[in-house]
């Protein structure tokens, strides 16, 4: 009796627990929507910011752009180191204590401040190497952000492939490195895919990293990888901060929004998609 009477609490204390976490998400996407959709038009979604104090009129336009090539640029720094760093870990490592290291420097990654790899990236990217304040050095610097996030899952994926499939291969005379390129990674493509978009979007909200590297308040859009950017987290933070228009702060923060709920759909659909074809 006392077992069943544990299990029931257990399953209303899941029940609660899921439905206080949707309420609050569903309340704070319709309150940014109900405050944010009277901005959105087509001269906010697709003009430069104008007005003075610059922000007061226009659109986002540069900023959306700029948040999109910084995801970009931050996603292929982040998924070659990543990948690279598992498929050492996981079949080219022979001693665990090298692992264990490897595996400690991930996780002091992951929890470091983001503020604080931001003065990194200002530090040794923008006075050091004198890349200046620039698309490179935000992109690099959010890369650095979100790589211990692809390190993860793309180790545990590797992991979680059958054993007998690796040996097989090399049974068959198949070298490592065909294995690796042939085998190994299609079959953890969908995976793969899936925690590189789920780490852009993690890349595209974040303000702190690129407000030292990177951002500024207004720019054009980018032309090549030396010219500094807009993006939209630090544009919402600059309208709100700044208190140019909190109306137009809440249309930048409903695009935002808007453009990670896309990308995190689209991770969801190619993981469901993943474990469908396994």
């Not at 609490?9 to 009277?38: C, D, E, Q, R």
């Amino acid at each position: 009796m006392g077992e069943k009477i544990r299990d029931l609490l257990f399953k209303i204390w899941i029940i609660l627990s899921t439905l206080m976490v949707v309420t609050v998400v569903i309340y704070i996407f319709g309150y940014i929507f109900k405050n944010g959709i009277s901005s959105i038009n087509r001269e906010f979604i697709f003009q430069d910011p104008k007005g003075m104090p610059i922000g007061s009129e226009g659109g986002v336009f540069p900023a959306i752009i700029g948040s999109l090539f910084l995801m970009l640029i931050s996603c292929i720094f982040a998924t070659v180191l990543a990948i690279s760093t598992a498929i050492y870990t996981v079949l080219y490592c022979r001693f665990k204590k090298i692992e264990s290291i490897i595996h400690l420097i991930v996780q002091c990654m992951a929890g470091t401040p983001s503020i604080v790899l931001g003065l990194f990236g200002y530090t040794l990217l923008v006075l050091y190497l004198r890349l200046g304040r620039s698309l490179l050095s935000a992109g690099i610097t959010l890369g650095i952000m979100i790589f211990p996030y692809i390190e993860v899952r793309v180790e545990k994926t590797i992991k979680e492939i059958d054993k007998n499939i690796i040996a097989s291969s090399y049974a068959l005379g198949i070298s490592k490195a065909h294995t690796i390129l042939k085998l190994i990674l299609p079959i953890c493509k969908k995976d793969i895919i899936s925690a590189i978009t789920l780490a852009g979007g993690f890349a595209m909200g974040a303000t702190a990293p690129i407000i030292l590297t990177g951002a500024v308040i207004f720019a054009p859009i980018p032309k090549s990888l030396s010219s500094p950017v807009m993006a939209l987290p630090f544009h919402l933070y600059i309208l709100t901060g700044e208190g140019i228009s909190l109306e137009r702060s809440y249309g930048t923060a409903l695009v935002l929004i808007m453009i990670l709920l896309i990308i995190n759909i689209v991770s969801v659909v190619l993981n469901i998609r993943g474990r469908e074809h396994s």
